[in-house]
């Protein structure tokens, strides 16, 4: 449905008589530049929303530092923030919302993008976020995605064996690796860790990629856990997954020696019921961590502050 606002409605009656008479006028010489309009889907709701909701506070932030710098070439950059709610239904509706704003980009923070990936593709639209929703990233069709992070998962990779020196370092000889089903990143993250950890000359005591998204219920993950000797933990779930897992496993009496989270560590786990569970372990970053303040974790500090 087309609809002229009120606003508009009364600019062209007043245009209109001027028009009448012969008038015209110049079109104002510093007239600025249409602005450029940048989706950012991620999870709001839903399960995935305890590791991604409050993740547009990074996006507006960065947004609004290069508007106050002129914006790109006197465009202002419109940001719109769309809610896929972890959902693999309304992924395809999030995406396809997107295009129909008419953005110029999309960025991605959703675990769910690959399902709706061809959305984008087709309509020739750049693509650029996290990588951890699946292996499309600088893969063929998809020369329209660009990750921030890692690049491609593409299962043909080798797998890092970085984690699996971090494991054996602090005494782990038995791994634990965990993965989402319907994530194909996840899975696949599960799968590389346990190839890495056997190569390295470990034991893979559980390698689980059928967990529900989001699940936090872990009694018999951690009773299998515990039958099969695990003392080495690297789950690629979201945060809410990872600590309960974490739980469980101490509850259910299983002494790890090596624990390896791949989201990250945030603030929010301090006051958690998990914090107590998580110490002695590791997280890893993707970028710098304000605790080791440089000139860029301050820039980053201040515009996420203001």
Request: no cysteine; proline share 8%.
């Amino acid at each position: 449905m087309n609809r002229i606002m009120p606003g508009v409605i009364l600019a062209i009656a007043l245009v209109l008589p001027v028009a009448a008479i012969g008038l015209t006028e110049p079109a104002p010489a510093s007239a600025s530049p249409a602005p450029y309009k940048i989706a950012y889907i991620t999870d709001l709701t839903g399960p995935g929303a305890a590791e991604n909701s409050s993740s547009p506070a990074g996006f507006d932030a960065r947004i609004a530092q290069q508007n106050a710098a002129g914006g790109v070439n006197g465009h202002k950059i419109v940001p719109i923030v769309i809610d896929d709610q972890t959902s693999p239904s309304i992924i395809t509706t999030a995406v396809q919302s997107a295009i129909s704003k008419g953005v110029i980009g999309i960025v991605s923070q959703s675990p769910l993008f690959f399902s709706a990936a061809k959305y984008p593709q087709q309509a020739g639209i750049p693509v650029t976020g996290s990588y951890s929703d699946g292996p499309e990233w600088g893969e063929q069709p998809y020369t329209n995605m660009f990750a921030s992070d890692n690049g491609s998962v593409d299962p043909k990779d080798p797998a890092n064996t970085l984690l699996s020196k971090i494991l054996q370092q602090h005494g782990g000889t038995v791994l634990g690796a965990y993965g989402y089903g319907i994530s194909p990143s996840s899975a696949r993250a599960a799968i590389g860790t346990a190839e890495a950890f056997a190569h390295a000359g470990g034991k893979v005591g559980v390698l689980d990629t059928s967990v529900p998204f989001g699940s936090v219920d872990f009694t018999s993950a951690a009773l299998t856990g515990k039958q099969k000797g695990i003392n080495a933990l690297v789950p690629a779930l979201d945060n809410d997954s990872n600590y309960a897992l974490a739980t469980a496993l101490k509850q259910a009496g299983v002494k790890l020696k090596a624990v390896v989270f791949a989201t990250g560590y945030q603030p929010s786990v301090v006051k958690s019921p998990a914090w107590a569970d998580v110490q002695g372990d590791y997280f890893l970053s993707l970028f710098r961590p304000w605790a080791l303040p440089n000139a860029g974790t301050k820039q980053m500090q201040a515009a996420m502050e203001k």
